[in-house]
């Protein structure tokens, strides 16, 4: 874990990248950012995860670590040793958490909460998607304030870019660096259902699929929707066993 802090007095914001091994963009984005001649008027801490996987582009060594806290510091697995080092230094800190994927080219954000506060980080990336996954799986999200935001396609130099730019635009909503920056109004999504299975996917990302609509196949077999839904993080080559989520739209109420 590689760790540097920017700004004056008690840290308000970190900013987290590479917790996946095989997801540099994080990393190579903060390193962009460090090296620009920004004056902080706010205590900021940029966090390198999970350097050893990075050093294999590997997702994890032992276990996942996006799927590990709170962690355990005497734990024989590295990851949930780090998970812990890694809640101790976010403390009570606002994150923005730099993940990509194998299923969608444009920065979208998610969360487990739609508080105030998560929304106002939400609107703080520019993203102009948002999805509402659910709590308890391991993630940070479910012991501190914060979001992700899923930069683009996996190893490309896009997800980089696009990574600086939702970086840059957070910090200067939140008037930590001088820096233009743009207030999105995020498409709202709400996660329902994982789609297990190693399948083709045929449709798109955020794009309607409705009932009766043929949205993935292998070899003779088809899935067919039951009912309306949004794809969210469904691609034929992203996790082993699993093609994605389906999402419906948010509706406050």
Not at 33 to 57: G, W
């Amino acid at each position: 874990m590689k760790i540097e802090n920017r700004g004056p007095g008690d840290i308000e914001f970190t900013i987290l990248g590479s917790i996946h091994g095989d997801e540099p963009a994080g990393k190579k984005a903060i390193e962009e950012i460090l090296r620009k001649d920004f004056e902080y008027k706010k205590a900021v801490k940029f966090i390198i995860a999970n350097e050893k996987a990075l050093e294999q582009n590997e997702r994890f060594l032992d276990a996942d670590l996006n799927r590990s806290f709170p962690g355990d510091i005497n734990s024989g697995k590295r990851e949930e040793v780090l998970a812990s080092k890694l809640l101790n230094q976010i403390g009570d800190s606002r994150v923005l958490d730099i993940h990509s994927t194998h299923s969608f080219d444009r920065p979208f954000a998610t969360t487990v909460n739609l508080r105030n506060s998560e929304m106002d980080m939400i609107k703080a990336t520019g993203a102009e998607y948002a999805v509402k996954f659910g709590e308890g799986t391991g993630t940070w999200m479910d012991y501190a304030t914060g979001v992700v935001v899923e930069a683009g396609l996996q190893h490309s130099e896009q997800a980089v870019e696009n990574a600086v730019n939702v970086i840059e635009n957070f910090l200067g909503y939140f008037n930590v660096i001088d820096i233009d920056f743009e207030i999105s109004d995020p498409e709202l999504y709400v996660q329902e259902e994982k789609v297990e299975g190693d399948w083709k996917f045929l449709k798109e990302n955020f794009q309607k699929v409705e009932e009766g609509e043929v949205f993935a196949r292998r070899d003779n077999e088809r899935l067919v929707a039951e009912e309306d839904f949004y794809p969210v993080l469904m691609s034929t080559n992203g996790y082993e066993g699993i093609l994605g989520h389906k999402a419906s739209k948010y509706e406050e109420k």
